[in-house]
């Protein structure tokens, strides 16, 4: 199974309002990635947790990372528009391999 | 520095065929991990190539395979195709392990 399940698979606010989604996962973790997927295409990074940090900040980004409840999430501050799209998080695993495990997704959608 | 680039973008095959796709790495980075995306299944690791070499491999059949060449561009094929093939098959790079993982724009196989 996946390691990390999202919550909400779905939000719908207007613009300007701030969105938040969490990410749980099962197992350690090394760090903790967030990324942006538009319609099916390509995945971009946003931001990358390391599981000795607790917040990360990028713009209107903010990230908290709980490793005690196995937990993350990522507020988008003042949403526009363009920020309509799927977000994932994906968990690096403390076994050393090079792979990342992906949540199901939140897919945002933004009211002009 | 340019992306991640995979060719081709869009794919179309029959059952039973074989299929090769292509991802060139951001200049510098040595490893490349390959991720498909369903659906149902969600994104899920294929394996990941470092220095020629594959490093780790996940959960998928032997139909599946690699490879990476000493420029650090990398394919992957995938043979007698079936019709849950049909994915968003998508390729990222990173400069070392326990970094961020970038994402080209994918191709997307559609089996018929």
């Known amino acids: 199974s996946q390691q990390g399940e999202e919550d909400p698979q779905a939000l719908s606010i207007q613009e300007g309002e701030n969105a938040t989604m969490n990410c749980s996962y099962k197992?350690?973790?090394?760090?903790l990635q967030w990324y942006r997927q538009n319609s099916g295409r390509g995945l971009v990074h946003l931001i990358l947790?390391?599981?000795?940090?607790r917040e990360k900040h990028s713009g209107r980004l903010r990230v908290t990372l709980d490793t005690s409840k196995k937990s993350s999430s990522l507020l988008i501050t003042a949403s526009r528009a363009a920020d309509t799209a799927s977000y994932f998080c994906?968990?690096?695993?403390?076994?050393?391999?090079?792979?990342?495990?992906f949540g199901t997704g939140t897919r945002l959608t933004v009211i002009p | 520095k340019a992306g991640v680039t995979q060719t081709p973008r869009y794919l179309i095959k029959t059952r039973g065929q074989q299929v090769t796709l292509s991802c060139s790495p951001i200049s510098g980075h040595r490893s490349v991990s390959w991720y498909q995306q369903t659906p149902g299944q969600g994104l899920q690791f294929l394996f990941e190539?470092?220095?020629?070499?594959?490093?780790n491999k996940g959960n998928f059949p032997g139909r599946f395979s690699g490879r990476q060449f000493s420029n650090s561009r990398s394919e992957m094929n995938v043979s007698t195709l079936e019709l849950g093939d049909s994915a968003l098959y998508l390729c990222a790079s990173t400069l070392r392990a326990r970094n961020t993982q970038y994402f080209g724009p994918g191709t997307r196989l559609t089996v018929l």
């Open positions: 994906a968990t690096e695993l403390q076994t050393g391999a090079n792979n990342l495990f």
């Open positions: 947790i390391r599981s000795n940090e």
């Open positions: 197992t350690s973790i090394n760090n």
């Open positions: 190539y470092f220095s020629e070499t594959q490093r």
